[in-house]
């Protein structure tokens, strides 16, 4: 046993110790070394950065991008899970487009569901091959009306600025995009998907400044076949999934393949692109 005497001395020698010193000293640290840079500061592919530009050899331009897979683009509406377990008839609930919905249709646009609705719009899905059609009135919807109305004249409402030479019309409002030289219509209109609200496609006039066609997502490690960059790193391209979403994209225009490689020989470098509107939902 300790005495009180000498532990009051071994608290006292503690007491004198200079605080922190160690037992022996600590091997110097290396010197940093610089970090190497993150992949989106080499290639960024959508709205962050624009992306390394270089010229693409003739071998890399002569490999067309694969086709999608059978049935990507099919017209699956997105409706609630429970009622395709379920196997609803026909949908009681307003979907995310039921007054646009219900305006198209001539249908009393008050953003309720009703069995009027419901049966006017499993007619429409049920002519245009739409599934389920249980009268949800989904993104696929809504999106399939815009194209069908828009395809006699895209710029009706004159919003796509008319020019002598190309313009790449992208709008927003109805998700759709087109081609035009003067008032001719010379691709699309195509059904697209744009950014989402916090990565928004850029609004105003833009200019095709590089086209890569086997372009892939550094970023997002993605394939963007058909590539055509306008504004940073924001392009047009092709999408092995639905474009008929929700949620937008991370801020480019994205086609199906087989839309992004007809583009693909429309457009070329230098060709001006004019954005307008505001993606439903954003």
């Avoid at 490999?63 to 017209?75: I, W």
């Avoid at 999934?241 to 994209?249: A, N, R, V």
Wanted: glycine content about 8%; charged content about 20%; overall charge positive.
């Amino acid at each position: 046993m300790f005495s009180t005497r000498t532990v009051a001395l071994l608290l006292a020698s503690v007491a004198l110790l200079p605080l922190g010193t160690p037992a022996r000293a600590a091997p110097p640290l290396p010197p940093p070394s610089a970090p190497s840079p993150p992949s989106w500061e080499i290639d960024t592919p959508d709205q962050l950065l624009a992306p390394r530009v270089y010229a693409p050899t003739a071998a890399e331009d002569a490999t067309e991008p694969r086709d999608a897979a059978e049935g990507t683009y099919a017209l699956v509406e997105h409706v609630p899970l429970d009622e395709v377990v379920t196997r609803v008839a026909c949908s009681k609930r307003a979907g995310p487009y039921q007054r646009a919905v219900e305006r198209w249709l001539k249908r009393p646009v008050d953003g309720k569901q009703s069995a009027a609705d419901c049966a006017a719009i499993r007619a429409f899905q049920r002519q245009q091959g739409i599934e389920p059609a249980i009268g949800y009135a989904g993104p696929v919807t809504w999106a399939r009306m815009q194209l069908i109305a828009a395809r006699k004249n895209p710029n009706a409402g004159k919003k796509c600025p008319v020019r002598t030479h190309r313009v790449a019309c992208v709008d927003l409002d109805r998700q759709l995009t087109w081609v035009q030289k003067g008032t001719k219509v010379v691709f699309g209109p195509v059904s697209m998907r744009s950014g989402r609200v916090v990565h928004p496609t850029r609004k105003g006039w833009h200019t095709i400044y590089w086209r890569h066609k086997n372009h892939v997502s550094t970023l997002y490690n993605a394939p963007m076949p058909y590539a055509q960059f306008f504004d940073g790193g924001q392009a047009f391209h092709g999408v092995y999934d639905s474009i008929h979403t929700t949620i937008g994209s991370m801020g480019c225009v994205n086609l199906t393949v087989g839309d992004a490689r007809r583009l693909w020989s429309v457009l070329k470098k230098g060709d001006r692109v004019y954005v307008w509107g505001h993606r439903p939902g954003t």
